[in-house]
Every structure is written in C-alpha cells, then in structure tokens.
C-alpha cells in the first residue's frame, strides 16, 4: 500500500514538476524523494512519471493518482484538525494565500497583535494571483484566503471582513490634484493606469473606466502597486490604489497625491475564504472576528463588516 508520505511526495511534484524543487518543498533530500516516488511506482505497477522529456511530466494515469492524493492528504488533514478541536482555538499553523494587492498592507496590521493574543498561532503566508489562490485553497495546498470577494464556486465558503475605497492616485500637477474629493465624472477622457490581467484589481478598474467614460491603458500595465504609483509619478496616467496601500505607501511619498472620490467611492470587499465543510471553519470565523477588532483601531479606512 503506498505511505502518506508517498503521496505527498507525488503532490509536491505535480506541483513543481522538478524533482529538486518538489524535494524542497517536502523539506527532504532529493534522492529520498526521488527513491519513494519509484517506489510508489512499484507497488501500482505503473509509471507515474514521464522521465524521458527534457522537463519532469506525470503521465496520465500519475494525473489521477495525483489528483486523489490530494483528496486523502485533505481528509487526512482534516482528521487530525478534528482530534485538536478540544485543544485551544487558533493554535496551529495555517497555510494563508492572499492576494500581491493586499498581502504587504493588511499584514502589517494584524499580525502583530494576533501575535500577541494568540502566541501559538503561526500563519504560513503564500501571494499570488487570483485563479492561482483559489485553486490551491480548493485542493487543499492552502486553508485560507484573504480576498476580494465574492468568488463564483459552491466548495468554497466565505466571510466579509471589511470594504476598502480605491483612491484616486495622480501627480501633485494635474488638476485632479487640486481638489479635495473629486467626482466620477471628472475621470471621463483621463488616462487610467492599472495592474495586468490576473489580477482582481484589473477586472475592477476596467469596469469603473467603462462605466465613467475613461481610458485604460493596456500599452503600460503595472506588475504590481509599487510600479503603478512610480508610472504615475512619471505623469504616465492616474491609477485607483486601494486605500490599505495609500495608508502605507503613498502619503508618506513625494510625486503622487490620494482623493477620494464624492459619492459613492469604487470600492472592494475584502473577506476570508476556505474550503466549505472543513472542521476548522469554527476557527476561521473567530480569527475574522480577531481581525475586526484589530482593523477597528488600526485602520479607519476601511468600512468593517459584520
């Protein structure tokens, strides 16, 4: 019969397709894990991976066999979640995706005083992008998401944590820049910078330019805040930046300025999301509990929910 430990090792490997990078992961030699993965080969009869191509492949019958290693190694997982459900709450390591827009802004602020309360609590955090996150959290790579809600799958559940306005972002020399708060209707014919395609944040800004009459530009797209902010500095455009970002990055700098925008802001919802039907989902909804409170004192800038 072939071990966890087996399975696992054939997961890390789908996952990278590189032995080395797979054995990292398993936080084992290479060697030993390239010896149990031909043993496991072994005891099915069957090859699971394809070794003659210049790169690391699973065959066909390795794709399925993989695909229900990560079904046992769940299972597994949350057999033993439910053996520490009398233990204390939020006590073990959860494996946290987030996305590259909100990851390095909304950390910051809670972790240390979950630190604090909850000592024993250990968050293995993973960025990434959107399709990328929730696919992991679906096979059961990762536990828990904080993300723009609302997602479009019935096997993940969700909890809202807060809304957060995007703010207007341009050079102290336009005259967007001259006003205190300015109205949708003054970004019809602007120039509008964004993230690239992947990213949640794009889909909302093209929205909010088609809706207001402005133009988004696809010849400059940003890899991540940090180079929209700089783009706009250059007087490249305008961005719309969360206001988690703005708090950290943007009014401390010269060469951008923030406003708001009158009425009702464009804004995003912000929420925790795991697998629907897991044990822990007791746990999760009392750390976004935990995170509320931290955000009530913390960060003003966001509109809490619940």
């Known amino acids: 019969m072939p071990t966890l430990q087996q399975l696992r090792y054939l997961v890390a490997l789908a996952d990278t397709r590189h032995f080395r990078r797979a054995a990292e992961l398993c936080h084992v030699r290479q060697p030993t894990l390239s010896a149990q993965v031909r043993d496991l080969e072994q005891k099915l009869g069957t090859p699971l991976v394809d070794r003659t191509r210049g790169q690391i492949m699973l065959t066909g019958v390795g794709r399925q066999v993989a695909e229900r290693a990560r079904a ?4 597994m997982d949350e057999i ?84 957060e306005p995007l703010l207007l972002v341009c050079p102290p020399d336009h005259p967007l820049a001259r006003q205190d708060r300015v109205n949708r209707a003054d970004l019809r014919g602007e120039t509008v910078l964004t993230l690239e395609p992947g990213h949640r944040l794009f889909e909302q800004v093209r929205d909010i330019c088609t809706e207001v009459g402005a133009h988004l530009s696809h010849d400059f797209e940003g890899t991540s805040l940090d180079t929209l902010r700089q783009m706009v500095a250059m007087g490249m455009g305008l961005s719309l930046l969360p206001a988690l970002y703005v708090k950290s990055e943007v009014k401390a700098r010269e060469g ?19 697998r629907r039907g897991t044990v822990r989902e007791p746990e999760y909804r009392m750390l976004a509990g935990l995170i509320r409170d931290i955000l009530g004192d913390a960060a003003p800038e966001v509109t809490l929910i619940g």
């Open 72 to 75: 046992v190694l769940r299972e």
């Open 80 to 163: 033993e979640a439910l053996a520490r459900q009398g233990a204390t709450p939020l006590s073990e390591t959860i494996k946290v995706g987030v996305v590259q827009t909100l990851g390095s802004y909304l950390l910051p602020l809670i972790v240390p005083p979950l630190r604090l309360s909850h000592p024993a609590l250990k968050l293995y955090v993973r960025e990434g992008l959107t399709d990328t996150l929730l696919r992991q959290v679906q096979n059961g790579a990762l536990d828990l998401l904080f993300f723009p809600l609302p997602i479009p799958f019935d096997d993940l559940d969700s909890e809202r944590l807060f809304r």
């Open 256 to 274: 951008v300025v923030a406003r708001r925008i009158r009425g009702r802001p464009p804004e995003r919802t912000i929420g925790m999301v795991w």
